[in-house]
């Protein structure tokens, strides 16, 4: 023991290492979210949130599921490879927010630690009640241009029109049938 | 603040198990999607692009990227035959309304539609402090928001300028390829909206995806391939141009 007769110091020095370093993995345990280092130095969890989020755009499909009369109308004109939503907008709409009673502090501890990000608005898809949810009808005076209007950036094969010869006066829509609109394939209204 | 022993001791249980919710995470979980199964990317064919900006608004619209921020933008390029190095670019508005008429004159114009090119080996996610940034395992670059400080050395760390701080939740934010969506079996929504087809998502690890024909028989770039980010979104058509 003669060996150790002078060490009660760095017995105690070491005592305190490891203590402190038992506290370390305790706060580890507890700070670290639990699926950090699920699949690499990030949390996994966070995949799932971000895969989480409502999508507005629900695809030509979802369209074609009812309006499958356009769609064939669609299928054998130019407009072909346009999907719905390019034109129409977003199938999706967000509801008007509804006003929130101010919380109380209880609420707002507890709403500030659950979600830390504020949340979406409420979605409601016009599929789902296309009575109250329409999208909105395009205005062909400017959904068209904003693609045909002549432009040397634009792809040489491309149609394009100056919008100022090209008829001027009633819409693009009075004269083109939008979902077929070649004047010679019967597009014209 | 005025806090009775009463208030405190409801609050405090309700505290910690939010806490613990918080620390868990509760992901909805896609069915039938294995992330080990996918790797994507997407190929943007730049002489299919008309620069309409129907991909920056859907993008906006898709994912609530706020005013004067974006994901994913279109640039026109004007390059004469004088100055070959140094092009014109503009992108007003991030392209999203459209562009000016292109006066025929010298040289040539083109549409350049930019985006996060979901790296390999991302430069943004190496210099994360925190472990709030990283590549998923399908090859999508994704931030943890609720992990992230808002530190912006991501911003400044990508080549391609494709993060930003969100201006409400001081947070990095950036393309995800519209993983929602993807995970989901559909297509990204600025693939969705894009009325000539010159964005397409592409699945490296489908060998039905005609992504691998379309590379064995077509010349294809990235950007900054100097810069071995192993980037992701392929361009077809590219010119030497560009940034």
Known sequence: MSTFKDAGHLFRFAGLFVLAFLIFLVVRHYVVPKSFGQYGHYRGAAIG?????PAKFA??????????????????????????????????????????????????????IIHPMPPDPPLLRHAEDPASVKP?????????????????????????????????????????QPHSPAMDAGGAK | MNLSRRQMLVLLPAAAVAWKSVLAGT????????????????????????????????????????DGYFRTWVERYHVTDENMVSPEVISPDGGKEG??????????????????????????????????????????????????????????ACPYGCRYIHPKKDVADKCTLCYHRITQGLT?????????????????????????????????????PQMATGAKAYYYGLDGSVR
């Open chain 2, 188 to 224: 990204t929504a600025c693939c969705e909206a894009c009325p000539t087809g010159a964005r397409q998502l592409v699945d490296l690890k489908d060998p039905k995806d005609p992504i691998h024909e379309f590379l064995k028989t077509h010349s294809v770039q990235v950007l900054k």
């Open chain 1, 59 to 112: 695809g030509h499909e979802t369209c074609e599921g009812c309006h499958a009369d356009v769609a064939d109308k669609k299928k054998a004109g130019k407009h072909a490879h346009v999907n719905c939503e390019a034109c129409h907008g977003a199938i999706y709409q967000h509801l008007p927010v509804p006003e929130q009673p101010k919380p109380n502090l209880y609420e707002r501890f507890v709403v500030l």
């Open chain 1, 136 to 176: 909105e009808l395009p205005d062909t005076a400017v959904l068209c241009i904003r693609c045909h209007t002549a432009s040397a950036a634009k792809p040489k094969g491309f149609p394009q029109i100056v919008p100022a010869d090209h008829y001027p006066g009633p819409p693009c829509g009075s004269c083109h």
């Open chain 1, 49 to 53: 949130e971000i895969a989480a989020h």
């Open chain 2, 99 to 156: 562009f000016p008429v292109a006066a025929e004159d010298a040289g040539k114009y083109f549409f350049v539609p930019k985006m996060c090119n979901h790296c390999a080996d991302s430069p943004c996610t190496q210099v994360c402090p925190v472990g709030a940034t990283f590549v998923a395992p399908d090859g999508v670059v994704l931030v943890d928001q609720k992990y992230c400080l808002g530190c912006a050395y991501c911003v400044q």
């Open chain 2, 27 to 66: 992901p909805e979980d896609s069915p039938n999607y294995k992330m080990t199964d996918h790797w994507w990317g997407m190929l943007i064919d730049i002489p299919k692009c008309i620069g309409c900006g129907n991909c920056v608004r859907a993008c906006q619209t898709e994912n609530d990227v706020p």
